[in-house]
């Protein structure tokens, strides 16, 4: 046999997992963690699984790169599609691919080239939403009497800040505390405006009334945090107005843009947030001098005026001269007048007096008219009597047999009407029993008795008033239920409404039967019992 077919045959024999898995050893022991240089390529966001797959490219190769969900939420710079990274991580394949790939535990950029261009890019795409718009921002209080500030407690820059504050206006500070540099500074600081905003001031701790973001100076990388979509949106949706203090004068962060007011130095937000209480003093001074003199300039001149008014209007003692003088002309002349008239009155009264007859005259012909009256109505009352004398006479003298006539025609007469009112008065009360008759059963076949004998029952609360409906009813209220045989008692529920129950409605009236009278068999068919006759002769 040849030797080449003996070196085959002492082949070691491996299973396809076998070598898969020793080619991943032997990969991870000679590489280990390597930083690796590369443009991202075919990233399309997180997995569902919240894993990150994307390529590491270059000009000439490309290797598929791996970022865990537990790493991918500690990463500094998020992966983006075209940016060239730096990638720190641990070389390894993945046996059910074949494929070597690189496990990503940091990521940041290729340079300060790459910032640049990373912001720039974020820049021009929030710019285009109108994020960074003078329309959208808000105008700063005046004097605001709480102040929020988000920095970092145990720096210079809240020292800074407070003490500036201290100087100009002293005011109610609440400081929330965040970290200002590194990978949580974005998520801490955009979570501070918003816990700002969701205050209410019902609470001990009052709603700030302005926030100042600040931060001293640092590098690109160290202001990075300030650079984040988050913090941009978290400033640009604040309904408190907000004053960016992020680095120095030079320093430019995206929350500058979007900041209601942007402040080149911490110090400089302290100076914009409130005004200086001496000025403020002073200014108020000088305003209440010049209105106190306004105020007696303005006395001044009314008083002129008033003054030069009252020259050009005459004196009372001059003004009631004429009327005073009148009155005591026509005064004097009234005592003489009244005397005069009184005279006058007088003597007209005695002219009067003496043409009226006298009294005795007055009287005497009436009563000469009322005796000769009197004389004749004595024979004439006499003479009345005798007439009617004997008339009564002659009407006494009428034959017997005609009165009889008469009283028999009358008592006729009266029979009849007798037995018509007989027989009316009965037909009458035959018709009231039969009508009352009638209305008894009605009344025992809805009396409440016979309903609750038919299944239902009569429910009443504790005041013993009939309940009609279950709206009105709480639960827990004690009820009395009404049944044919007896009482029991109950405790309500809860209500459920009944969606197939009909819609109750009024239930019809009964009509009552038509009663009509009896017609008794003596009458006419054609005359009605209950009529009483046409005609009625008076009752003698």
Not at 126 to 142: I, S, T, Y
Not at 175 to 182: C, E, L, N
Not at 244 to 272: F, K, Q
Not at 389 to 396: L, P, T
Request: net charge positive; proline share 7%; hydrophobic share 40%.
């Amino acid at each position: 046999m040849p030797p080449e077919l003996d070196l085959k045959s002492n082949l070691i024999e491996y299973s396809v997992s076998e070598l898969s898995f020793s080619l991943k050893r032997t990969v991870e022991d000679a590489y280990g963690h390597v930083r690796l240089r590369g443009e991202i390529s075919g990233f399309r966001g997180q997995h569902a699984s919240g894993h990150a797959y994307f390529t590491l490219k270059d000009e000439k190769a490309c290797i598929d790169a791996v970022c865990w969900r537990s790493t991918f939420g500690k990463l500094k710079f998020k992966p983006e599609e075209g940016l060239e990274v730096i990638a720190t991580g641990k070389v390894t394949t993945y046996p059910g691919r074949s494929k070597y790939q690189i496990v990503i535990e940091q990521l940041e950029p290729a340079g300060l080239g790459a910032l640049m261009a990373l912001l720039e890019e974020r820049k021009q795409k929030l710019a285009e939403e109108g994020l960074f718009d003078e329309a959208h921002k808000k105008p700063l209080p005046f004097l605001p009497r709480v102040i929020g500030v988000v920095t970092s407690p145990t720096g210079a820059v809240i020292r800074d800040i407070l003490h500036r504050l201290e100087d100009r206006f002293p005011s109610h500070v609440i400081v929330w505390p965040a970290r200002v540099q590194g990978d949580t500074c974005a998520q801490e600081v955009s979570a501070a405006i918003e816990a700002f905003n969701a205050m209410d001031g019902a609470g001990p701790m009052l709603r700030p009334d302005l926030i100042i973001v600040a931060r001293g100076g640092g590098s690109l990388e160290d202001l990075w945090g300030f650079n984040e979509e988050a913090v941009v949106r978290a400033a640009f949706a604040s309904e408190i107005p907000l004053i960016s203090a992020v680095g120095h004068e030079t320093d430019w962060t995206l929350i500058d843009l979007v900041a209601d007011y942007r402040a080149p130095t911490p110090t400089g937000a302290a100076e914009r947030a409130v005004p200086v209480r001496a000025d403020l003093l002073l200014q108020v001074s000088g305003y209440g001098v010049r209105m106190g003199g306004v105020l007696l300039s303005s006395l001044g001149g009314h008083r002129n005026r008033f003054l030069a008014a009252s020259r050009g209007i005459p004196k009372p003692s001059a003004i009631l001269a004429l009327p005073r003088q009148h009155f005591d002309s026509v005064s004097g002349r009234l005592g003489r007048g009244t005397l005069s008239h009184v005279q006058r009155a007088r003597s007209l009264f005695a002219n009067q007096a003496m043409r009226l007859p006298k009294l005795s005259q007055l009287i005497t012909a009436p009563r000469h008219r009322f005796d000769a009256t009197a004389r004749m109505l004595a024979p004439a009352l006499s003479a009345n009597a005798q007439k009617h004398r004997g008339r009564f006479d002659r009407a006494a003298q009428l034959r017997p047999h005609l009165l009889s006539g008469r009283a028999r025609q009358a008592r006729e007469r009266l029979t009849r009407l007798e037995r018509q009112a007989t027989r009316g008065m009965a037909n009458e009360i035959a018709l009231k029993r039969r009508k009352l008759e009638e209305q008894s059963k009605l009344l025992v076949s809805l009396g409440p008795q016979n309903v609750l004998a038919r299944g239902f029952a009569l429910v009443r609360d504790e005041a013993g008033q009939v309940v009609r409906e279950a709206t009105g009813v709480s639960p827990g209220t004690p009820l009395d239920l009404q049944f044919a045989d007896g009482h029991l008692g109950a405790i309500a529920g809860k209500a459920t409404p009944d969606s197939s129950a009909p819609k109750r409605t009024a239930p019809p009236k009964p009509k009552s039967p038509r009663l009509e009278s009896p017609k008794p068999a003596s009458a006419k068919p054609e005359a009605s019992a209950e009529k009483p006759p046409a005609k009625q002769g008076k009752l003698l």
